[in-house]
């Protein structure tokens, strides 16, 4: 049997989730989304081929998504989750797993507005799912069953790698790699910037940063268990020579530390949300 999936809210991250699914092989009738607006449905339903309803159009459009499907993804805004939770509440079959995508929203929050033993996870993935090198964790709520979460965490597999964790963990998670891949574009800007600034070709420059970075990736991912992050960038460095130079420039600046903070600064703003939704 084929597992019938709902996406409600088709925005950035549901719609990279949607992307590597369809890219693994589900079929487009299986999947149904939703967006807020008729244009941005209209627009979503042509760009992956599968039926997205909107709520201007049809209040019931969340409903009727989630009604039909084993598997619901959420992919609306932190702040919005709650009241999709409940609103979707007794449209939802009892074993359909909700799983939230959102930042921020906790597990005992989305199970509160839902029927007492609905299966719930919280995911936190990232957008590298679009091309089927994500990351995503995922952290079981208390009425999931194990072959549920495997069941999800096979689906979404195919588009990344898959940690399940305890939710303790998850900004920690989100701080690293569902923020992260926000960090490599902001380098490959700057790259690319600075090889204008010396004269390139902007759209050279921007080439020679993705696939310097998309080749640096490949290098971490390919040498894991032998040569870690840190060795391989002294491969890169030769004693006394530009590389040195580069990263003496980065060290005097204190950039270590700055991508150390940047990233804890992404986990403490997620907890400071969860704060405020608890009001
Ligand atoms: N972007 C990321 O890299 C990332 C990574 C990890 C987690 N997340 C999480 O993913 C969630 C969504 O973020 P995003 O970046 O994907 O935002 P987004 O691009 O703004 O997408 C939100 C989507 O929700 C739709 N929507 C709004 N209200 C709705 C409603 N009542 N019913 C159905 N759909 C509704 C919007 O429709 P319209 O298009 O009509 O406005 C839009 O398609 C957030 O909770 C965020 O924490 C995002």
């Known amino acids: 049997m084929m597992t019938k999936i709902a996406m409600l809210g088709l925005g950035s991250m549901n719609g990279a989730i949607l992307t590597g699914l369809l890219g693994s092989g589900v079929p487009t009738e299986d999947v149904v989304g939703t967006a ?22 049809d209040d019931a459009a969340n409903t009727t998504a989630a009604a039909q499907a084993d598997v619901v993804f959420l ?14 509440k007794d449209a939802l079959q009892p074993q359909a797993v909700v799983v939230s995508v959102a930042a921020a929203v906790t597990v005992e929050m989305m199970e509160s507005a839902l029927a007492p033993g609905q299966p719930v996870l919280r995911a936190m993935p990232n957008t590298p799912m679009s091309v089927g090198a994500g990351v995503v964790g995922l952290s079981p709520g208390s009425a999931v069953g194990h072959d549920q979460t495997e069941m999800v965490a096979q689906l979404l597999g195919a588009a990344g790698s898959v940690h399940v964790l305890d939710e303790q963990q998850i900004d920690a998670l989100t701080g ?9 574009f902001y380098l490959a800007e700057h790259m690319a910037a600075a090889g204008v ?3 390139l070709d902007p759209e050279l420059a921007a080439d020679l940063a993705a696939q310097t970075i998309y080749g640096a990736g490949k290098m971490l991912i390919e040498n894991r268990g032998q040569n870690d992050a840190a060795q391989l960038r002294r491969n890169v460095t030769s004693p006394n020579g530009t590389t040195q130079k580069a990263i003496e420039t980065f060290d005097a600046a204190g950039m270590d530390a700055t991508i150390r903070a940047g990233a804890q600064a ?8 969860t704060a405020q939704l608890r009001g």
């Open 36 to 57: 807020r607006s008729a244009a941005s449905a209209q627009q979503r339903s042509q760009q992956y081929g599968v039926t997205v309803l909107s709520e201007e159009h």
């Open 197 to 199: 600034e010396m004269g």
């Open 75 to 88: 992919g609306v805004k932190p702040h919005q989750i709650v009241d999709l939770c409940s609103g979707i």
């Open 266 to 273: 992404s986990a403490a703003r997620a907890a400071e949300i």
């Open 176 to 184: 690293v790699a569902g923020s992260g891949p926000a960090y490599a």
